[in-house]
């Protein structure tokens, strides 16, 4: 391979020419280490995310305190709804409905997955 401004013959594994200094071609990427890992983010998100465990991961620390505050509060609901209709004896099994925020917290999870690309540093994930 020739360099495109001087003319001098250079090794094709080269990255700038020894001869004039001017880059012969893209050099790569370089890795940023410390960077986490976008495949463990989604697992997280997905399996975990009503908890805000593929927060904690990324390192948005108070989105993921919020997750488990609303979390808590919503399992604290669906326990009381269902003592109420187990031990109680209340008959109309408003149970299911309880479980509607359980769904959206997970669905709030799933959206940050699809959407956030980068840690609390903003590092992009590898």
Same mark, same amino acid.
């Given at each position: 391979? $020739? &360099? %495109? @401004? &001087? ?18 071609? +893209?050099?790569?990427?370089?890795r940023v280490i410390g ?17 805000g465990a593929h927060n $904690?991961?990324?390192?948005?620390? %108070?989105?993921?305190? *919020?997750?488990? $505050?609303?979390s808590t509060l919503i399992?604290? /609901?669906? /326990?009381?709804?269902?003592? /109420? ?19 959206? +917290?997970?669905?709030?999870?799933? *959206? @940050?997955?699809?959407?956030?690309? %980068?840690?609390?540093?903003?590092? %992009? $994930?590898?």
């Amino acid at each position: 391979m $020739f &360099c %495109k @401004e &001087c003319g001098y013959q250079i090794s094709d594994t080269l990255t700038v020419c020894p001869e004039c200094g001017v880059p012969t071609r +893209m050099a790569p990427e370089p890795r940023v280490i410390g960077a986490k890992n976008h495949s463990v983010y989604v697992v997280l998100g997905f399996f975990f995310g009503q908890i805000g465990a593929h927060n $904690f991961y990324a390192g948005y620390t %108070k989105r993921a305190v *919020v997750q488990v $505050f609303c979390s808590t509060l919503i399992g604290s /609901l669906i /326990l009381y709804e269902l003592y /109420l209709s187990i031990v109680a004896g209340d008959k109309e099994l408003p149970f299911i409905w309880s479980l509607l925020p359980n769904y959206a +917290m997970w669905i709030w999870g799933v *959206v @940050e997955i699809c959407t956030v690309k %980068k840690d609390a540093k903003g590092v %992009k $994930f590898s």
